[in-house]
């Protein structure tokens, strides 16, 4: 599947473009209606009328948006790939990269278990597999898009890699997770949940010897280690002094990429709990502060 990584003003399938918030918001809800029609009876048997009925709005308002619902479809491709591109480019931030290797393959499986649990990523992935005729704003090559990213993704994390041995990784990665991934979107819920853990199973156990922790840490880890057995601390305390340690200096906002699901007022706490031990110098105010390593620690 390819797209441009650029806008499509000559591909784009909406018959005006909305340029208010109410037509924009209409036009979201439409595709939000039109990606569950679809993803729930297929695009062959999707109808326009179900789709506006869904989307709780009249069939002529859809047809001052979208001719038929081909273009409608093509609107959707479009959504999946700025969606994917998203991802990427979340993945490709140092806070992910320098994650312990286990909690970085789960963050990137779960990225893409996330995407597919939406019902445009669903439609527009399988369809591509049994009627690629009607795609418009993508195409086959976008794997080999994909195939790019995995091998950059790699790189970043173990830059020893040669672009031999990243971009060999990276074809076996993508196309064993695609063929994986469609498995997972056919199935029910509960047996995608087990796919999507084997997926990263599969991907922790094929990529550790190329990438993994013992074959990138560098030479400050084992004193890091040490730091946080003396200073007793939490698991994301431990992080963020290393990723201090890796880039000069870390934000509140470095931290809030690094662990999403856990509350800002957490993660400050672990910043000041760190300051507070010295092991993490604040610089700047409270709205631009950032924290450094205190470097005196590495000469011990």
């Known amino acids: 599947m390819k797209s441009d990584n650029q806008t499509y003003p000559d591909r784009h399938p909406l018959r005006r473009q909305p340029q208010q918030k109410r037509s924009q918001e ?21 109808t326009t009328h179900a789709i506006a009925s869904r989307a709780d709005t009249a069939v002529g308002s859809l047809y001052q948006f979208f001719p038929d619902k081909l273009a409608i479809f093509n609107a959707l491709e479009l959504r999946h790939v700025e969606r994917v591109y998203i991802i990427w480019d979340r993945l490709l931030r140092p806070e992910i990269v320098q994650l312990p290797f286990p909690d970085f393959i789960h963050i990137t499986t779960t990225q893409f278990q996330q995407l597919f649990e939406q019902p445009t990523s669903r439609i527009v992935f399988s369809q591509f597999f049994t009627s690629p005729t009607i795609f418009k704003n993508i195409d086959a090559s976008f794997t080999q898009e994909a195939i790019q990213f995995m091998a950059k993704l790699l790189k970043a994390r173990n830059q020893a890699l040669t672009d031999k041995r990243s971009q060999i990784l990276a074809e076996v990665c993508v196309h064993a997770i695609n063929t994986l991934i469609l498995l997972a979107i056919r199935s029910s819920e509960s047996h995608q949940q087990e796919i999507f853990q084997e997926i990263e199973a599969l991907m922790r ?19 890091l280690e040490k730091l946080g057995a003396v200073y007793q601390l939490n698991y994301r305390q431990s992080l963020i002094l290393k990723y201090a340690s890796n880039n000069q200096e870390i934000t509140i906002k470095n931290c809030e990429v690094m662990f999403p699901d856990v509350s800002r007022r957490t993660l400050q ?26 470097s005196e620690l590495l000469n011990l």
Do not use: H, M, W
């Open 269 to 294: 706490r672990d910043l000041k709990a760190l300051s507070k031990q010295k092991l993490l110098l604040p610089q700047g105010n409270t709205d631009l502060r950032c924290y450094c390593l205190n």
């Open 205 to 223: 156990a094929y990529l550790e010897a190329d990438i993994g922790d013992n074959t990138i840490n560098n030479n400050s880890s084992d004193l």
């Open 26 to 46: 209409r036009v979201e809800k439409i595709l939000d209606a039109a990606a569950i029609v679809f993803d729930e009876v297929g695009f062959e048997a999707a």
